[in-house]
Protein backbone atom coordinates (compact mmCIF):
# COMPACT_ATOMS: atom_id res chain seq x y z
CA UNK A 1 0.00 0.00 0.00
CA UNK A 2 1.58 3.67 -0.85
CA UNK A 3 2.43 5.87 1.85
CA UNK A 4 0.17 8.94 2.00
CA UNK A 5 1.67 12.77 1.38
CA UNK A 6 0.99 14.34 4.78
CA UNK A 7 -1.36 17.06 3.76
CA UNK A 8 0.93 20.02 5.59
CA UNK A 9 3.69 18.70 2.85
CA UNK A 10 1.26 18.49 -0.24
CA UNK A 11 -0.17 22.64 0.69
CA UNK A 12 3.67 23.70 0.69
CA UNK A 13 4.55 22.54 -2.26
CA UNK A 14 1.38 23.78 -3.75
CA UNK A 15 2.48 27.33 -2.06
CA UNK A 16 5.92 27.12 -3.53
CA UNK A 17 4.84 26.21 -6.74
CA UNK A 18 2.66 29.23 -6.97
CA UNK A 19 4.88 31.88 -5.47
CA UNK A 20 7.41 30.56 -8.24
CA UNK A 21 4.95 30.72 -10.91
CA UNK A 22 4.10 34.13 -9.86
CA UNK A 23 7.49 35.30 -9.40
CA UNK A 24 8.40 33.92 -12.45
CA UNK A 25 5.80 35.43 -14.51
CA UNK A 26 6.70 39.04 -12.50
CA UNK A 27 9.82 38.87 -13.34
CA UNK A 28 9.05 37.96 -17.15
CA UNK A 29 6.48 41.22 -17.04
CA UNK A 30 9.55 43.16 -15.43
CA UNK A 31 11.58 42.10 -17.98
CA UNK A 32 10.42 41.71 -20.92
CA UNK A 33 6.92 43.39 -21.49
CA UNK A 34 6.67 46.82 -23.33
CA UNK A 35 6.90 49.35 -20.62
CA UNK A 36 8.84 52.05 -23.20
CA UNK A 37 6.70 54.83 -24.56
CA UNK A 38 3.49 52.40 -24.12
CA UNK A 39 0.98 53.02 -27.36
CA UNK A 40 3.48 56.47 -28.36
CA UNK A 41 6.14 56.80 -30.82
CA UNK A 42 9.24 56.41 -31.23
CA UNK A 43 11.79 59.40 -29.24
CA UNK A 44 14.92 60.60 -29.02
CA UNK A 45 16.01 61.15 -25.24
CA UNK A 46 19.57 63.12 -23.97
CA UNK A 47 20.98 61.93 -21.22
CA UNK A 48 23.70 64.75 -20.28
CA UNK A 49 27.17 64.17 -19.03
CA UNK A 50 25.94 65.52 -15.29
CA UNK A 51 23.17 63.24 -15.17
CA UNK A 52 22.32 60.93 -12.21
CA UNK A 53 20.32 58.21 -11.82
CA UNK A 54 17.83 60.09 -10.01
CA UNK A 55 17.84 62.67 -12.64
CA UNK A 56 17.34 60.23 -15.38
CA UNK A 57 13.88 58.61 -13.43
CA UNK A 58 12.68 62.19 -13.37
CA UNK A 59 13.71 62.78 -16.98
CA UNK A 60 12.03 59.54 -17.92
CA UNK A 61 8.89 60.35 -16.13
CA UNK A 62 8.62 63.83 -16.44
CA UNK A 63 8.91 63.09 -20.26
CA UNK A 64 6.34 60.25 -20.31
CA UNK A 65 8.59 57.83 -21.43
CA UNK A 66 8.35 54.84 -18.81
CA UNK A 67 5.41 53.72 -18.29
CA UNK A 68 5.95 51.95 -14.70
CA UNK A 69 8.79 53.55 -12.98
CA UNK A 70 8.93 50.67 -10.64
CA UNK A 71 9.62 48.30 -12.71
CA UNK A 72 12.20 49.87 -15.29
CA UNK A 73 14.50 51.55 -11.90
CA UNK A 74 14.38 47.51 -10.59
CA UNK A 75 15.39 46.74 -13.71
CA UNK A 76 17.50 49.04 -13.97
CA UNK A 77 19.29 48.36 -10.62
CA UNK A 78 19.50 44.80 -11.45
CA UNK A 79 21.35 45.22 -14.44
CA UNK A 80 23.75 47.52 -13.08
CA UNK A 81 22.63 50.58 -14.88
CA UNK A 82 22.74 52.86 -11.72
CA UNK A 83 26.02 52.68 -11.75
CA UNK A 84 27.23 52.85 -15.43
CA UNK A 85 25.36 55.86 -16.77
CA UNK A 86 26.71 56.97 -20.16
CA UNK A 87 25.68 60.53 -21.56
CA UNK A 88 24.46 60.85 -24.89
CA UNK A 89 21.03 61.11 -26.99
CA UNK A 90 19.48 57.71 -27.41
CA UNK A 91 16.71 56.57 -29.49
CA UNK A 92 14.01 54.54 -27.56
CA UNK A 93 11.81 52.80 -29.80
CA UNK A 94 7.76 52.80 -29.16
CA UNK A 95 6.76 49.42 -26.74
CA UNK A 96 10.27 48.61 -26.15
CA UNK A 97 11.10 46.19 -22.83
CA UNK A 98 12.74 47.36 -19.92
CA UNK A 99 15.32 45.17 -20.54
CA UNK A 100 15.70 46.62 -23.96
CA UNK A 101 15.66 50.20 -22.94
CA UNK A 102 18.66 49.49 -20.25
CA UNK A 103 20.28 47.59 -22.00
CA UNK A 104 20.16 50.31 -24.64
CA UNK A 105 21.11 52.86 -22.51
CA UNK A 106 24.02 51.30 -20.27
CA UNK A 107 25.61 49.57 -23.78
CA UNK A 108 25.69 53.75 -24.66
CA UNK A 109 24.29 53.06 -28.29
CA UNK A 110 23.95 56.28 -29.36
CA UNK A 111 22.32 58.07 -31.78
CA UNK A 112 24.73 60.60 -33.46
CA UNK A 113 23.79 64.00 -34.27
CA UNK A 114 23.50 66.07 -37.27
CA UNK A 115 25.23 69.04 -37.11
CA UNK A 116 25.39 71.84 -39.82
CA UNK A 117 26.66 75.25 -40.26
CA UNK A 118 25.65 77.73 -42.82
CA UNK A 119 25.10 81.74 -42.98
CA UNK A 120 28.27 82.26 -40.31
CA UNK A 121 29.98 85.74 -40.87
CA UNK A 122 31.18 86.01 -37.46
CA UNK A 123 32.91 83.45 -34.87
CA UNK A 124 30.40 84.13 -32.45
CA UNK A 125 27.53 82.57 -34.67
CA UNK A 126 29.76 79.45 -35.62
CA UNK A 127 29.59 78.59 -31.79
CA UNK A 128 26.17 79.32 -32.06
CA UNK A 129 25.32 76.75 -34.37
CA UNK A 130 27.61 74.08 -33.70
CA UNK A 131 26.66 73.49 -30.71
CA UNK A 132 23.07 73.78 -30.85
CA UNK A 133 22.12 69.86 -31.07
CA UNK A 134 25.01 69.13 -28.34
CA UNK A 135 25.88 68.45 -24.96
CA UNK A 136 27.95 71.51 -24.88
CA UNK A 137 27.89 75.37 -24.72
CA UNK A 138 29.54 78.30 -27.41
CA UNK A 139 31.85 79.18 -24.87
CA UNK A 140 33.42 75.52 -24.47
CA UNK A 141 33.32 75.34 -27.76
CA UNK A 142 35.07 79.06 -28.33
CA UNK A 143 37.86 78.39 -25.28
CA UNK A 144 38.54 74.91 -27.17
CA UNK A 145 38.81 76.88 -30.53
CA UNK A 146 41.18 79.13 -28.38
CA UNK A 147 43.43 76.68 -26.56
CA UNK A 148 44.03 74.99 -30.67
CA UNK A 149 44.63 78.74 -31.96
CA UNK A 150 47.66 79.32 -29.47
CA UNK A 151 48.82 75.63 -30.28
CA UNK A 152 48.39 74.67 -34.02
CA UNK A 153 51.40 75.11 -36.28
CA UNK A 154 49.09 75.56 -39.23
CA UNK A 155 49.30 78.91 -39.57
CA UNK A 156 45.37 79.51 -37.92
CA UNK A 157 45.07 82.91 -35.93
CA UNK A 158 41.79 84.42 -34.06
CA UNK A 159 40.98 86.07 -37.08
CA UNK A 160 41.33 83.57 -39.39
CA UNK A 161 40.42 80.38 -37.61
CA UNK A 162 36.86 80.27 -39.42
CA UNK A 163 38.34 79.26 -42.02
CA UNK A 164 39.49 75.94 -40.82
CA UNK A 165 35.14 74.86 -40.44
CA UNK A 166 34.19 74.08 -44.09
CA UNK A 167 30.61 74.00 -44.30
CA UNK A 168 28.52 70.79 -44.71
CA UNK A 169 26.71 68.07 -42.43
CA UNK A 170 28.89 66.03 -40.08
CA UNK A 171 27.63 63.46 -37.55
CA UNK A 172 29.07 63.69 -33.85
CA UNK A 173 27.90 62.37 -31.07
CA UNK A 174 25.87 64.08 -28.03
CA UNK A 175 27.80 63.95 -25.49
CA UNK A 176 31.51 64.83 -28.04
CA UNK A 177 34.00 67.26 -26.50
CA UNK A 178 34.80 70.83 -26.93
CA UNK A 179 38.23 69.65 -27.77
CA UNK A 180 37.33 66.13 -29.63
CA UNK A 181 35.37 68.65 -31.97
CA UNK A 182 37.79 71.18 -32.54
CA UNK A 183 40.27 68.19 -33.56
CA UNK A 184 37.29 66.70 -36.08
CA UNK A 185 37.11 70.07 -37.33
CA UNK A 186 40.54 69.90 -38.16
CA UNK A 187 40.72 66.69 -39.52
CA UNK A 188 37.91 67.66 -41.95
CA UNK A 189 39.83 70.83 -43.25
CA UNK A 190 43.27 68.35 -43.78
CA UNK A 191 40.57 65.81 -45.92
CA UNK A 192 39.23 68.96 -47.69
CA UNK A 193 42.30 70.38 -48.65
CA UNK A 194 43.54 67.38 -50.50
CA UNK A 195 46.25 67.01 -52.53
CA UNK A 196 44.28 68.43 -55.95
CA UNK A 197 43.35 71.37 -54.13
CA UNK A 198 46.16 72.46 -52.70
CA UNK A 199 48.29 72.30 -55.72
CA UNK A 200 45.68 74.27 -57.87
CA UNK A 201 46.20 76.88 -54.64
CA UNK A 202 49.59 76.94 -55.06
CA UNK A 203 49.23 77.64 -59.41
CA UNK A 204 47.20 80.92 -58.31
CA UNK A 205 49.74 81.81 -55.54
CA UNK A 206 47.95 81.08 -52.65
CA UNK A 207 48.02 79.09 -49.29
CA UNK A 208 44.97 77.20 -48.14
CA UNK A 209 43.59 80.34 -45.43
CA UNK A 210 44.60 82.64 -48.30
CA UNK A 211 41.77 80.61 -50.28
CA UNK A 212 39.03 80.90 -47.58
CA UNK A 213 39.77 84.29 -47.28
CA UNK A 214 38.95 85.18 -50.77
CA UNK A 215 36.38 83.22 -51.22
CA UNK A 216 34.64 84.77 -48.74
CA UNK A 217 34.92 88.01 -50.51
CA UNK A 218 33.68 86.20 -53.58
CA UNK A 219 31.04 85.24 -51.88
CA UNK A 220 29.82 88.41 -50.12
CA UNK A 221 29.90 90.16 -53.66
CA UNK A 222 27.83 87.99 -55.92
CA UNK A 223 25.08 85.28 -55.28
CA UNK A 224 25.58 83.87 -59.03
CA UNK A 225 27.57 81.03 -58.73
CA UNK A 226 28.26 81.04 -62.26
CA UNK A 227 29.89 83.88 -61.84
CA UNK A 228 31.95 83.38 -58.91
CA UNK A 229 35.40 82.03 -61.18
CA UNK A 230 35.16 85.40 -62.55
CA UNK A 231 34.73 87.78 -59.65
CA UNK A 232 38.04 86.00 -58.51
CA UNK A 233 40.26 86.23 -61.22
CA UNK A 234 39.59 89.32 -61.11
CA UNK A 235 40.43 90.01 -57.41
CA UNK A 236 43.90 87.63 -58.30
CA UNK A 237 44.69 89.99 -61.15
CA UNK A 238 44.65 93.09 -58.44
CA UNK A 239 46.33 90.77 -55.59
CA UNK A 240 49.57 90.02 -58.49
CA UNK A 241 49.53 93.79 -59.55
CA UNK A 242 49.63 95.25 -55.91
CA UNK A 243 45.91 97.03 -56.58
CA UNK A 244 43.85 97.48 -53.68
CA UNK A 245 40.86 94.76 -53.92
CA UNK A 246 38.88 97.94 -53.03
CA UNK A 247 35.60 95.56 -51.78
CA UNK A 248 32.93 96.51 -50.05
CA UNK A 249 31.97 93.38 -48.08
CA UNK A 250 35.62 93.77 -46.19
CA UNK A 251 34.60 97.24 -45.43
CA UNK A 252 30.94 96.66 -44.23
CA UNK A 253 32.81 93.78 -41.82
CA UNK A 254 35.23 96.25 -40.58
CA UNK A 255 32.35 98.67 -40.32
CA UNK A 256 30.57 95.88 -38.16
CA UNK A 257 27.16 96.84 -39.09
CA UNK A 258 25.69 94.26 -42.04
CA UNK A 259 22.12 96.59 -42.94
CA UNK A 260 24.43 98.33 -44.76
CA UNK A 261 23.40 98.47 -48.30
CA UNK A 262 25.50 101.01 -50.42
CA UNK A 263 28.96 102.18 -48.95
CA UNK A 264 30.06 105.52 -49.18
CA UNK A 265 33.08 107.68 -48.97
CA UNK A 266 32.65 108.19 -45.55
CA UNK A 267 32.79 104.55 -44.77
CA UNK A 268 36.11 103.80 -46.83
CA UNK A 269 37.95 106.11 -43.74
CA UNK A 270 37.48 103.92 -41.46
CA UNK A 271 41.14 102.44 -40.54
CA UNK A 272 41.37 98.81 -40.55
CA UNK A 273 43.08 95.91 -41.70
CA UNK A 274 39.93 94.92 -43.22
CA UNK A 275 39.40 98.25 -45.52
CA UNK A 276 40.89 96.91 -48.62
CA UNK A 277 40.49 100.18 -50.27
CA UNK A 278 42.91 101.55 -47.63
CA UNK A 279 45.11 98.46 -47.83
CA UNK A 280 45.97 96.80 -50.53
CA UNK A 281 46.11 92.28 -50.39
CA UNK A 282 43.83 90.11 -48.35
CA UNK A 283 42.15 91.14 -45.28
CA UNK A 284 43.76 89.27 -41.97
CA UNK A 285 40.80 86.61 -42.09
CA UNK A 286 37.55 85.48 -43.90
CA UNK A 287 34.23 88.03 -43.61
CA UNK A 288 32.53 85.30 -43.81
CA UNK A 289 31.98 81.23 -44.13
CA UNK A 290 32.49 80.74 -47.78
CA UNK A 291 30.53 77.45 -49.45
CA UNK A 292 32.52 74.91 -50.86
CA UNK A 293 31.30 75.82 -54.60
CA UNK A 294 33.05 79.18 -53.76
CA UNK A 295 36.30 77.65 -52.83
CA UNK A 296 36.68 75.43 -55.65
CA UNK A 297 35.78 78.49 -57.93
CA UNK A 298 38.65 80.21 -56.35
CA UNK A 299 40.39 77.44 -57.42
CA UNK A 300 39.19 77.37 -61.00
CA UNK A 301 39.64 80.61 -61.17
CA UNK A 302 38.94 82.04 -64.79
CA UNK A 303 41.75 83.45 -66.54
CA UNK A 304 41.29 87.13 -67.73
CA UNK A 305 42.49 91.15 -67.55
CA UNK A 306 39.49 92.00 -65.44
CA UNK A 307 39.86 94.33 -63.15
CA UNK A 308 36.60 96.58 -62.45
CA UNK A 309 33.09 95.23 -61.59
CA UNK A 310 29.84 97.30 -61.66
CA UNK A 311 26.37 95.78 -61.27
CA UNK A 312 24.20 95.58 -64.43
CA UNK A 313 21.57 98.25 -64.99
CA UNK A 314 18.94 95.34 -65.56
CA UNK A 315 19.50 94.63 -62.06
CA UNK A 316 19.86 90.75 -62.14
CA UNK A 317 21.92 90.61 -59.62
CA UNK A 318 25.23 90.06 -62.25
CA UNK A 319 28.15 92.42 -63.15
CA UNK A 320 29.76 93.89 -66.28
CA UNK A 321 33.22 93.45 -65.93
CA UNK A 322 36.24 95.71 -67.10
CA UNK A 323 39.86 95.63 -68.07
CA UNK A 324 40.17 99.60 -68.13
CA UNK A 325 39.07 102.61 -65.94
CA UNK A 326 37.18 103.95 -69.10
CA UNK A 327 35.05 100.87 -69.99
CA UNK A 328 34.57 100.78 -65.99
CA UNK A 329 33.11 104.64 -66.03
CA UNK A 330 30.70 103.96 -68.68
CA UNK A 331 29.57 100.71 -67.12
CA UNK A 332 28.86 102.54 -63.74
CA UNK A 333 27.15 105.35 -65.70
CA UNK A 334 24.73 102.77 -67.14
CA UNK A 335 24.19 101.10 -63.74
CA UNK A 336 23.38 104.96 -61.70
CA UNK A 337 21.27 106.19 -64.49
CA UNK A 338 19.29 103.01 -64.12
CA UNK A 339 18.86 103.35 -60.79
CA UNK A 340 17.97 106.76 -60.97
CA UNK A 341 15.26 106.14 -63.01
CA UNK A 342 13.75 102.88 -61.01
CA UNK A 343 13.83 105.81 -57.96
CA UNK A 344 11.86 108.07 -59.58
CA UNK A 345 9.78 105.38 -61.35
CA UNK A 346 9.13 103.97 -57.30
CA UNK A 347 8.06 107.70 -55.96
CA UNK A 348 5.59 108.32 -59.12
CA UNK A 349 4.02 104.93 -57.94
CA UNK A 350 3.74 105.96 -54.09
Not at 90 to 97: E, G, I, P, V, W
Amino acid sequence: MKKEVPKTKLAAFLLVSVLLISFTFYFYQVFFTPNILVGKSDRLIVIRNDATFKGIQKQMADEGVVNDMVSFSFVARLMGYDKQIKPGRYLLRADMSNREAVRALKLGRREAVKIIFTHVRLFDELAEKITAKIGMTPDEFKEAVYGFVESNNQGFTKENILSMFIPNTYEVYFNITPEELVSKMNKEYTMFWNTERLAKAEKIGLTAVEVSILASIVQAESSKEDEAPIIAGLYLNRLKRGIPLQADPTLIFALGDFTIKRVLNTHKEIDSPYNTYKYAGLPPGPVNMPYINTLDAVLDAQDHKFIYMCAKEDFSGYHRFAETLAEHQLNARKYQKALTEEIKKSKTQE
